[in-house]
């Protein structure tokens, strides 16, 4: 049998989530973490304590130089997906972009239209479409366990942590609970209900401008109903609920990663049942992964589960939100 050929990764950006998928890459078999490149000496130090054997750059350019990398993980702010996929795809490297994916829908189309031209793999790290919980919970409703799902309510909240990171208030580089946590409030009701027929949104901004919360209605023409709510103002919940005719649908704290629980409720007076899912190993990051990791070895250039329509669809309904909460970045007037 022939064994598949190593995926050589390589990391733009060193915080915190670069931390993490490093570390569940060597979870995945045909891949090798190549190099990590950070902007300053300090974050590459670190790495190279915590992975000896990949190279450390301090500096991008010469990431994306490096002919030994098949794929580049970004991993910076909202605000520089943009440019740093444009860098790397113009410099020949399949790139797993983290959310969001972009500032806008236009920049959004910009980076796909590129991947398209330069024939490269090109995918919004939405690691939560790949695990089993979620995987799961598409299962049943596209089964009809839940029936006609006819409601959907979502809320994500937490008080970042001090100091706070640029990302999470600066408009330029996309801050704000939207694209950081409400994207997941969004995604997940897309998933249960698809697009939706209207799209209403309120927010309360913190000082910079950028939404503090953010509350958001989906409404559909068959009656359908989405309502989210996104905050860095206090913790909140952070679980899900998917309503239909015949059942409902609970996913515990962090109901967007592997560890949330599925909670079914069913009858009158209901029942509760937990469904169960698959045990998972490390962070849940190498879901994604494993799953780029086979969109190479086959040659593709666009996942065919995270698509580039789910992509853009994501950005669209973020931009009538932002639009209609009137929540504004720099990059909107470019
Ligand atoms: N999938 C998930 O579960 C998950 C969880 C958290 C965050 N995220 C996403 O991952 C991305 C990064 O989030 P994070 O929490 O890792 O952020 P973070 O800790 O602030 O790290 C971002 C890194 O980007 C680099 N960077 C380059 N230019 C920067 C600039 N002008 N300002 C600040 N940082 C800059 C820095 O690395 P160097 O100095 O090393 O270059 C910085 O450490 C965001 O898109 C976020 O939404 C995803």
Same mark, same amino acid.
Not at 40 to 64: G, M, R
Not at 72 to 80: D, F, N, Q
Not at 202 to 208: D, H, K, L, N, Q
Not at 290 to 306: A, F, I, W, Y
């Given at each position: 049998?022939?064994?598949?050929? &190593?995926?050589? !990764? ?35 130090? #670190? ?38 996929? #444009? ?5 020949? &490297? ?32 939405? !690691? ?66 698809? &697009? ?115 992509? #853009? #669809? ?21």
């Amino acid at each position: 049998m022939q064994t598949a050929k &190593k995926i050589h !990764w390589g990391i733009l950006g060193g915080g915190r989530i670069a931390q993490k998928f490093a570390s569940d890459l060597s979870l995945v078999g045909d891949a090798s973490l190549h190099a990590i490149a950070s902007r300053s000496k300090t974050n590459a130090d #670190l790495f190279s304590h915590l992975y000896p054997s990949a190279l450390q750059y301090d500096n991008y350019e010469d990431l994306v130089n490096d002919p030994g990398i098949d794929v580049i993980y970004i991993a910076t702010p909202h605000g520089l997906h943009y440019e740093h996929t #444009l860098l790397c795809l113009q410099r020949g &490297k399949a790139v797993l972009c983290e959310k969001a994916f972009a500032l806008n829908v236009r920049q959004a189309k910009e980076m796909i239209a590129e991947a398209v031209k330069q024939k490269l793999f090109l995918m919004e790290a939405l !690691w939560s479409k790949f695990i089993p919980s979620y995987q799961k919970m598409m299962e049943m409703i596209r089964n009809g366990q839940l029936g006609e799902i006819k409601n959907v309510l979502i809320n994500f909240g937490f008080i970042p942590r001090l100091p706070l990171a640029d990302r999470i208030l600066t408009p330029a580089l996309g801050g704000g609970t939207l694209l950081d946590i409400g994207i997941y409030n969004i995604f997940y009701a897309l998933s249960a209900l698809g &697009k939706p027929d209207q799209i209403d949104a309120r927010m309360t901004p913190a000082v910079t401008g950028v939404d503090e919360q953010c509350a958001i209605l989906l409404r559909y023409n068959n009656g359908a109903m989405a309502q989210l709510f996104s905050s860095y103002a206090t913790h909140l919940a952070t679980e899900a609920d998917i309503s239909g005719s015949e059942g409902r649908l609970r996913l515990t704290h962090r109901f967007y990663a592997p560890e949330t629980t599925l909670e079914l409720f069913t009858g009158l007076p209901d029942t509760k049942t937990i469904v169960p899912v698959l045990p998972t190993k490390g962070f849940g990051y190498h879901y994604e992964a494993r799953h780029v990791n086979d969109c190479l070895q086959k040659g593709l250039t666009e996942s065919p589960v995270m698509t580039h329509a789910d992509t #853009l #669809l994501l950005m669209e309904t973020m931009d009538t939100v932002r639009e209609k909460a009137g929540i504004k970045f720099p990059a909107d007037s470019v």
